[in-house]
């Protein structure tokens, strides 16, 4: 496998979109060296967008999580969110009742200013089930998984509702050696439990691409030969660019560790334009 | 289950998204009253679009089917085939080689007039599967299944290259009482033996409606909530638009049938707005 | 759907073989009258044994909690569970190291009997992953979910060892309005996370029935026609018996509810030879 | 990858349990020099079974098969096939009517030897459906794909009958570089259409290594210890041989290519015991 200079292949590109874990940080820091990306990009004039199936914060509450590790590039602007997408989703298609959700507070205040009542699934009392009309997956973190995850089967065993998910990741980096189960993977797991078709937003679907063409259609008009996506995952950042038509890099500093790339490149058919040791120019 | 009047519904919405097969026409007919619903929009001054996962022609092809069965509304213009959206993926996607295809030659043309050299899986020797660099399925009609899939299995053995399906569909209704199996299950069980990812174009991915969104709103500027999805089927017409944000009626002239809608819309959670006898006002 | 009498059913055969949960009795109850049903059996000399995905205690511990809910006549060589099968498993196919697991200590101190070292993942260090020669998934209860999924993640990227499910049931019920995840469910998520195949002990896989048949053949010569397997869940209970070649009878008292019995049949394929509302005779 | 000798491996063992295609045979010839094999096990006084998810043909015919080519160590009394399975599974499980088929007429004629009466599904009118009991996948050949497959899934549309698979295998090599598409992936795509659940027999399912270790109890009393399994395929040899807790060989002769084997061990976690070239001592 031919590993190719990031800095060569940003070149090319007018506009870059980035997945945000694995390729710009890990759990709690940034990648090493990513802040000379970022500077490279103001140099040469290049717009870029941060498109993340993260759904546990705001925009605002993203960007100031780089701000706080020393990245000013990144602002609200600059993000494009699944649980954007979710709330828009919400927005157009439940009209009142409650919606119940797995996640942390913080995530549920993004759809309280839908104006929709939100209950976590911990303080939900099954006996109201029937108020209940729509469930968000938001967040693995907030709830207690054994017993939260039982109620989330029981109230779909007595509600046929809307179930949204606002991140289709099934595991996202912690540090260069382990990952955490994220809410992707325990949805598919009560979606097969319940027999039920569940609404996903994120990653590689097409709907995070066509929002971010947007905005960068409200600046420019730029052709999609011209927009390179980078990103750490096969299933997700790269078989959702390709499939949208851009040209793709795969990055080594997340899920997809440096000496299996090949193989699973291989193996799985989805097939990167470049790959790279990181986005660090 | 309420059913609901298609004329009462179909009042409340500036556009209409139409799926084809099981709502428009059957395999060789139209649905016995559907020219009534063309004359009321264009009465009402309705916009609509067909929007259909058939690759196995173009939209000129598609139209004048509907000619010939005496339905003169529907010019190439209304169509939006999943083929359209993976014919745009390979011009930006394939840059030279064979492109490979199990479907008609009819299917094909619609590729060759990008300048692509095709070749159906039929007349491929494997000897010189390296000059194959995506591989397309069109349509079931067209090949010997047993001989041909077995082909293509062995060239996804040899070959890592893209693999486009232009139809998702399962399978497609014949008459009222039979379906057909469509080049979409096909497609599962080769990617199943061959462990690979393709890639799929048509509902319910949000792409055929992104396309047909955009032509809409090159006439007017209606809001998502104005827009109705009418289709047959529940995992691709009623998903699809359900997940781009539509309100949606599920009709019982084609893949769901009567007796089983009720018990079909609990088990799979997949929930249309509105239910329909037919798309006949 | 025609209900039978169990009564009548029961009477046709000289062995039967019991599901537990569901059927004999829920999570902390018997099923009411259920004695009724073993003084029938002892009365008419027909042999029985309970085959249970249950892999969280040994066969006297699973005896124990009949007889502390006053049920004398299961006794620990009545009771078959999948745990036993697993245990078989290590005892043939791992020579030395640790054996980790999830589960209680309850249901690992039934693995020490083998001379096998114990540990349960929650204490596992990762750096020491390399002593690990197996994992074993026994039971849902005794570990932190979120943290100790994940780390079981972790250590199935670092290590290419056999993994046991020791039970392939995905929930099992809580009263008659409420369920739980199983064990099995979680075993699907991770197995889907880390691409890999893990060995499976439990029904429906026809060796449970074997190691019952073998029990039944020590005590007599008995055909495969004259054995009923009564069970309240298709995909285990009702599937394993069919492809065993018995005669099954599906009862309403634990999975599957009354009212989506026949619909379920249906749309599964799994047919019961007889359907009852209990088995209590 | 250590590659070990077979020779080496075989001498540690009683009774030697074989796939055949891939291992003994491919599509139309012996693997070369595997009529050493048996010389030696019948100097060294082995025993062996062929265990084959080969439905299409009775033992003898199989038997046949192999003395056409020379080979005349294995009998019909050596042969332990999928189809035997479904067979016994018919006999205890169907009690009239008509059994629908997808196969050759060879493959049926093993099936009229209970006296059920057998309809290829080409030759079905489906508005007879009704009296069709069972349906059965015995064979890839025998049939149009197109127009029989289509046919099966409107017979399953309309009638609730129990569905055999006589096959798991989803392919077989026809060549040392190509291979043919079996019924079992065929099956796969039927029931995914369908909605449904089939009775599969085959490997890796335990009934086929209990349907031969009973066999070998028959004649001595060996250990699990000292049976090795020798196959082609990690899914289905390799999986069930470990499942059963016998040591496994997997040989390169088949549907494992030597440059791929170690990445489908890692990336499968199915783990034989011994990796060896091929079959021949």
Chains 1, 2, 3, 4 share one sequence.
């Not at 839908?114 to 108020?131: M, R, Y």
């Not at 990952?179 to 097969?192: F, H, L, Y």
């Not at 929002?211 to 409200?218: D, G, L, P, S, W």
Request: hydrophobic content about 40%; overall charge neutral; glycine content about 8%.
């Amino acid at each position: 496998m031919r590993l190719s200079s990031f800095k060569s292949v940003v070149s090319k590109y007018d506009v870059i979109f980035f997945d945000a874990f694995g390729v710009l940080k890990t759990h709690d820091t940034l990648i090493p060296g990513i802040g000379r990306t970022f500077e490279y990009l103001r140099e040469h004039k290049k717009d870029f967008y941060v498109l993340t199936n993260d759904a546990s914060r705001s925009p605002q509450d993203l960007a100031d999580s780089y701000h706080r590790l020393g990245l000013y590039d990144i602002v609200p602007n600059s993000i494009i969110s699944s649980g954007m997408l979710a709330r828009d989703y919400l927005a157009l298609k439940v009209d009142g009742g409650t919606v119940a959700y797995l996640g942390t507070e913080k995530s549920a205040h993004y759809l309280e200013i839908l104006g929709l009542k939100t209950l976590p699934i911990g303080e939900l009392n099954l006996d109201f089930a029937h108020e209940v009309n729509a469930l968000v997956l938001l967040d693995d973190e907030g709830f207690d998984w054994n017993r939260d995850l039982s109620k989330t089967v029981n109230l779909l065993r007595r509600r046929n509702i809307p179930v949204i998910v606002a991140n289709t990741d099934r595991y996202y980096p912690m540090s260069s050696h382990s990952v955490s189960i994220a809410i992707g993977a325990v949805a598919t797991m009560i979606e097969d439990i319940v027999g039920k078709h569940f609404i996903r937003f994120g990653k590689p679907d097409a709907q995070m691409f066509i929002f971010a063409h947007e905005q960068v259609k409200n600046h420019s008009n730029v052709s999609k030969k011209k927009i390179l996506m980078v990103g750490d995952t096969l299933h997700t950042d790269i078989l959702g660019g390709n499939k949208f038509g851009l040209d793709t890099v795969l990055v080594l500093t997340g899920n997809t560790q440096p000496k299996e790339a090949e193989v699973k490149i291989h193996t799985t058919g989805i097939i990167p334009t470049y790959v790279c040791q990181s986005a660090v120019v």
